[in-house]
C-alpha cells in the first residue's frame, strides 16, 4: 500500500501544506517587484532564456511600475471571487529574479510586501546564481521572527518564508543550450545553502527541453532526490510565441519530446515513483494563457484537470510516489 500522503492521494501533495500547519488556507499572490536578471542585463548573458517570457506567466494586476501594495489589495480582489474565505495571503515575488538586487533593496521590498496586513509571508522565486550567505542568513532571521522582531499577525508569530530556484534541468548541456547561464553545481549549492538555514527550498523543472529524452528526465529523478528539497515543482515545456526556442523548434522540431496529454500523464506517473516519497509535488504541468502560444497541444484543459486525470492514471496503475525510489 502507498504511504499516507495528505488527502488520500498517491502522492505527496503540496495543496493544503499550510492549511494543515496553519489551519486556514494561504492564497499566494504574485508580485512583480522590478526585477530584472543576470541573464538580461549582461552581466551573464542578454536576452534571457530561450524560453523565457514572464509576461506569459502572471496575472493582469502583477505589473511593473505599480506598487507592491497596489498589487496585493488588487490580487486580494481577484482571487476573493475564487477564494471567499481566505483571509491571509502570501506575496508571491515571481517575475524574473527576485534575490537580484543589493541586501538592502531586499530588505525594503520584502518588508513593505510583509507590512500588509493581510499578507503574513513571502515567497521568492529566483536564480541559484542570485543568493549568497548573507541573502539567506537574512531570510533565515526573517523566517525565525528575528529580522523583523515587532512583526505579527493573528495566528501567525512569524512569517512564512520560502524560497525557489529555477533549475529547469540536471543537464549542463542543457541549461548551455537554453543560454542559462548558470551550471547545475550552482544549483546544488544553493538549494543545499538554503537547506542548511532552514528555508525549506523549492525548485523547478521544465520537462521537455531541446534536446532532452524521456529517459532523461526519468533519470534526472534520482539528481532531484539527492538534494535537501523541500518541494518540487514540473511544468511541460511550453512554446512561447516571439521566444528564442519558437525558432528552435520551427527549424528542429526533432530535438524537441512534444507528448500527447496521455503520455505526458504517464512520464508524470514515471518520475513520481522513483522520487523521495517525502517530497512535496506543488506541480506538475503549467498554463500559459492560449494568446501566447501558437497551439494548446493539449486543448484548453486546466490544471485542475490534469490533476484529476493523473489521479486516474496513478490508480489504474496501482502506483504511488516513491514506489520505486524505496525498493
Given amino acids: 500500500m502507498f504511504p499516507d500522503f495528505p488527502d488520500g492521494k498517491r502522492y505527496n501533495t503540496f495543496v493544503g501544506y499550510y492549511r494543515r500547519i496553519y489551519g486556514e488556507r494561504l492564497q499566494k499572490l504574485v508580485i512583480d517587484a522590478g526585477f530584472t536578471?543576470?541573464?538580461?542585463?549582461?552581466?551573464?548573458?542578454?536576452?534571457?532564456?530561450?524560453?523565457?517570457?514572464?509576461?506569459?506567466?502572471?496575472?493582469?494586476?502583477?505589473?511593473?511600475?505599480?506598487?507592491?501594495?497596489?498589487?496585493?489589495?488588487?490580487?486580494?480582489?481577484?482571487?476573493?471571487?475564487?477564494?471567499?474565505?481566505?483571509?491571509?495571503?502570501?506575496?508571491?515575488?515571481?517575475?524574473?529574479?527576485?534575490?537580484?538586487?543589493?541586501?538592502?533593496?531586499?530588505?525594503?521590498?520584502?518588508?513593505?510586501?510583509?507590512?500588509?496586513?493581510?499578507?503574513?509571508?513571502?515567497?521568492?522565486?529566483?536564480?541559484?546564481?542570485?543568493?549568497?550567505?548573507?541573502?539567506?542568513?537574512?531570510?533565515?532571521?526573517?523566517k525565525d521572527g528575528h529580522a523583523i522582531p515587532d512583526w505579527r499577525r493573528e495566528g501567525f508569530d512569524k512569517p512564512v518564508v520560502k524560497i525557489e530556484y529555477g533549475i529547469e534541468s540536471c543537464y549542463d548541456r542543457t541549461l548551455e543550450r537554453v543560454g542559462?547561464?548558470?551550471?547545475?553545481?550552482?544549483?546544488?549549492?544553493?538549494?543545499?545553502?538554503?537547506a542548511e538555514r532552514g528555508l525549506e527550498p523549492g525548485a523547478h523543472f521544465i520537462l521537455g527541453l531541446p534536446g532532452e529524452t524521456r529517459e532523461m528526465l526519468v533519470d534526472q529523478c534520482s539528481f532531484i532526490s539527492s538534494l535537501p528539497l523541500h518541494s518540487v515543482k514540473f511544468h511541460q515545456l511550453q512554446i512561447v510565441r516571439g521566444t528564442r526556442i519558437e525558432k528552435e523548434f520551427g527549424t528542429c522540431p526533432g530535438d524537441f519530446l512534444r507528448?500527447?496529454?496521455?503520455?505526458?500523464?504517464?512520464?508524470?506517473?514515471?518520475?513520481?515513483?522513483?522520487?523521495?516519497?517525502?517530497?512535496?509535488?506543488?506541480?506538475?504541468?503549467?498554463?500559459?494563457?492560449?494568446?501566447?502560444?501558437?497551439?494548446?497541444?493539449?486543448?484548453?484543459?486546466?490544471?485542475?484537470?490534469?490533476?484529476?486525470?493523473?489521479?486516474?492514471r496513478l490508480e489504474a496503475r496501482n502506483t504511488f510516489q516513491g514506489r520505486l525510489y524505496l525498493k
Fill in 259 to 312: 507528448l500527447p496529454l496521455a503520455g505526458y500523464l504517464d512520464l508524470v506517473a514515471d518520475i513520481l515513483e522513483r522520487l523521495r516519497p517525502d517530497l512535496y509535488i506543488e506541480r506538475v504541468a503549467g498554463e500559459v494563457p492560449p494568446r501566447f502560444v501558437n497551439e494548446t497541444a493539449w486543448g484548453l484543459i486546466r490544471n485542475f484537470q490534469i490533476l484529476h486525470l493523473l489521479d486516474d
Fill in 37 to 142: 536578471c543576470p541573464n538580461r542585463d549582461g552581466k551573464v548573458g542578454r536576452g534571457g532564456c530561450s524560453f523565457c517570457d514572464n509576461a506569459a506567466f502572471h496575472p493582469g494586476y502583477s505589473v511593473p511600475g505599480k506598487s507592491i501594495a497596489d498589487q496585493i489589495d488588487e490580487g486580494i480582489s481577484f482571487h476573493r471571487v475564487r477564494y471567499r474565505n481566505t483571509r491571509h495571503y502570501l506575496a508571491y515575488f515571481q517575475s524574473y529574479s527576485n534575490t537580484y538586487a543589493p541586501l538592502e533593496r531586499l530588505v525594503e521590498l520584502y518588508s513593505e510586501a510583509l507590512s500588509h496586513p493581510s499578507v503574513v509571508g513571502i515567497v521568492i522565486g529566483t536564480r541559484p546564481d542570485c543568493v549568497d550567505e548573507e541573502k539567506l542568513d537574512w531570510l533565515a532571521s526573517l
Fill in 180 to 194: 542559462r547561464g548558470h551550471d547545475v553545481a550552482a544549483a546544488v549549492k544553493a538549494v543545499a545553502m538554503s
